[in-house]
């Protein structure tokens, strides 16, 4: 039976307790530590690329932040509800003294977990406490990767063709395909060139996140949508004499060349307070307006190389090596952990020629707990 709108609602909400929302974006794990870039460029979210742009966080020498100094920085550098921002920074700096330069296995710090506690009950961290995430180390940590992506700054690591960008990020070809088509005739970005946004990188965009490919299609969405929303909350101007809304709030092209290619807030940025629990959690929750009328968004990959509908539809179960998502059969990940491709109406294993700035991409499954499809 599928679940009621107010049943995923509760269970949305619920992730979002758990501090389940990575910012930002497998098969086999690394092994070893591997001596991270410290280039902006790798910095899969644009937000912590300008903050370290600005230099309101500061990586260690190998690239490696806490978990409170992301907290700090998005308080203090772009004034985000000090709760939320508590939320953001817990959902992704997974990672303990031990694993903070190989990121293999994730132990959250959230609330009420043994390490939340002993926190609370000496009033400070000590290093058993200490949570951390490399941000120059995103690529293919499917943990703190979003269900869904654009993939412009990296993370792109689940797309349907790999031959685009050729492993080099930020990619100019994914800007124009996402962003820069969905502006206004006047290069403007409103809520609903937002939405045209969001709608696309649904339908065609990278799907390496952990939540990628749960049954329920509001867990699918909810991470990419609240970051996008919030995004354009916190980062957009409003027209001049105006008060900030959906027809008033906007990005020019040149605003979102500077945070999405760049890494940098852009110019003329005006700080001010956003992104209440409120706003975060109505954002969650958000129905994308490319769905159709039973609540169904479209297929995602059609008409590209790897096109992920068998072609078959579904109450529960596909057969194939299909997973069964929104009554439709869809390829799910091979065993070398990107998308099987639907030929013939049977899900076929594709070759992986994922490359990240000249090296075969690697990917890290998500673990503690594992990824919930």
């Not at 049943?7 to 501090?19: E, N, S």
């Not at 530590?33 to 910095?43: P, S």
């Not at 772009?78 to 939320?84: A, V």
């Not at 709030?249 to 001010?272: K, N, Q």
Request: glycine fraction near 10%.
């Amino acid at each position: 039976r599928t679940p009621s709108g107010s049943q995923m609602k509760a269970v949305v909400g619920f992730l979002v307790f758990l501090g389940f929302l990575p910012l930002v974006c497998g098969h086999p794990p690394a092994v070893g530590h591997r001596r991270a870039v410290l280039t902006g460029d790798r910095i899969l979210c644009p937000v912590l690329a300008s903050l370290v742009h600005g230099g309101i966080l500061r990586p260690d020498v190998n690239g490696s932040v806490t978990l409170e100094q992301i907290e700090t920085a998005l308080v203090n550098g772009t004034w985000l509800d000090p709760t939320n921002a508590n939320f953001q920074a817990t959902g992704i700096a997974d990672y303990t003294l031990e694993e903070k330069d190989v990121q293999l296995h994730r132990d959250r710090c959230l609330t009420g977990s043994p390490c939340w506690l002993k926190k609370k009950a000496e009033g400070r961290v000590t290093p058993d406490t200490e949570r951390y995430l490399n941000i120059y180390e995103m690529n293919g940590l499917q943990a703190v990767n979003h269900g869904f992506s654009t993939g412009v700054r990296g993370g792109n690591t689940n797309a349907p063709d790999f031959s685009v960008c050729n492993g080099t990020y930020p990619c100019e070809e994914l800007f124009q395909k996402f962003y820069v088509s969905c502006a206004d005739s006047n290069g403007r970005f409103y809520q609903k060139n937002l939405e045209c946004l969001m709608c696309k990188a649904w339908t065609d965009g990278d799907r390496d996140g952990e939540m990628a490919y749960n049954r329920f299609q509001p867990i699918r969405q909810w991470q990419a949508v609240a970051a996008m929303q919030g995004w354009y909350d916190g980062f957009s101007r409003v027209e001049r004499g105006q008060e900030r809304g959906p027809l008033t709030s906007y990005f020019t092209i040149e605003d979102m060349r500077a945070m999405i290619m760049e890494g940098r807030l852009p110019d003329g940025y005006e700080i001010r307070h956003w992104g209440s629990m409120q706003d975060f959690t109505d954002a969650a929750n958000k129905a994308l307006p490319c769905a159709d009328k039973a609540g169904n968004n479209p297929p995602w990959w059609e008409n590209t190389a790897c096109e992920s509908l068998t072609g078959q539809s579904c109450n529960m179960y596909c057969d194939g090596g299909a997973s069964c998502l929104s009554g439709r059969c869809v390829c799910g990940l091979g065993s070398n952990g990107i998308s099987m491709c639907a030929v013939g109406g049977v899900c076929v294993e594709r070759e992986d020629t994922c490359t990240y700035f000249g090296e075969p991409c690697r990917r890290i499954a998500a673990d503690g707990p594992k990824a919930p499809w």
